[in-house]
């Protein structure tokens, strides 16, 4: 039998520890209902327990009778009664994760051996008989597929709706950014370069002193000899 994993969102899940039921016939009954319906294994579980429906025996059947239509079988009662506590379990399981009970299929039930306590009292010197007991169901793999399948349903935007007149819309004035306005560039005046003072030229005498100095040479000889003597 291949090993199934749990997944936890398509699945419930069910364990029993330490049930009081022998492992033989937990095996027994757990390959009965090994891949049936949730409510078939209810069913079936409920008429053993009530109406003594008998359960066939495959693989411990040395020794034991022959019950009509199912070959070799017996009744056990008591290990039906404990299997179905564990079945309703399963169901409230399911239920508290909003899967589909009527859907349900039992896809793993296996059966072990448990502690092994002794008895007391007058059963003294004998060992209880004990089983662990697992079981997983599974929705229906159809109903997956058109879970899968389905489409989500499209959300519509909320339209807000308001009362009364429209109130018109304002547009905000946006303000104007005002340009720089480019400052007249002043110049600045440029230094005056000082002249250098103008050297004076002697002046030359006139024409008409020329002449009168060339004519009368003996007025400048004179003005020589006055000079000297002083």
Do not use: C
């Not at 069910?14 to 016939?25: A, H, I, L, M, R």
């Not at 009364?164 to 104007?176: A, I």
């Amino acid at each position: 039998m291949t090993d199934i994993q749990y997944n936890k969102e398509h699945m419930a899940k069910v364990y029993g520890s330490s049930v009081p039921v022998s492992p033989k016939k937990a095996i027994e009954i757990s390959n009965l209902l090994r891949n049936k319906s949730l409510a078939f294994a209810k069913a079936t579980m409920n008429d053993v327990v009530e109406n003594g429906k008998a359960i066939p025996y495959t693989r411990f059947n040395k020794g034991v009778g022959h019950k009509t239509g199912i070959g070799p079988g017996r009744y056990p009662k008591k290990s039906a009664s404990e299997v179905l506590k564990l079945l309703n379990s399963l169901e409230a399981n399911a239920q508290f994760k909003g899967l589909d009970t009527n859907n349900l299929v039992i896809v793993k039930m296996v059966a072990n051996k448990s502690s092994k306590v002794w008895r007391y009292g007058r059963m003294r010197r004998r060992i209880m008989k004990r089983s662990n007991i697992e079981i997983l169901a599974e929705e229906s793999k159809k109903d997956i597929k058109k879970k899968s399948v389905a489409k989500k349903p499209e959300v519509k935007k909320e339209e807000k709706i308001t009362t009364g007149p429209k109130k018109p819309d304002v547009k905000k004035p946006v303000p104007e950014v005002k340009k720089e306005e480019k400052k007249p560039e002043v110049k600045k005046p440029s230094p005056v370069e000082k002249k250098a003072p103008e050297e004076k030229k002697p002046e030359e005498p006139k024409p008409e002193e020329k002449k009168s100095e060339e004519s009368n040479p003996t007025q400048k000889n004179e003005s020589k000899k006055s000079g000297e003597k002083k």
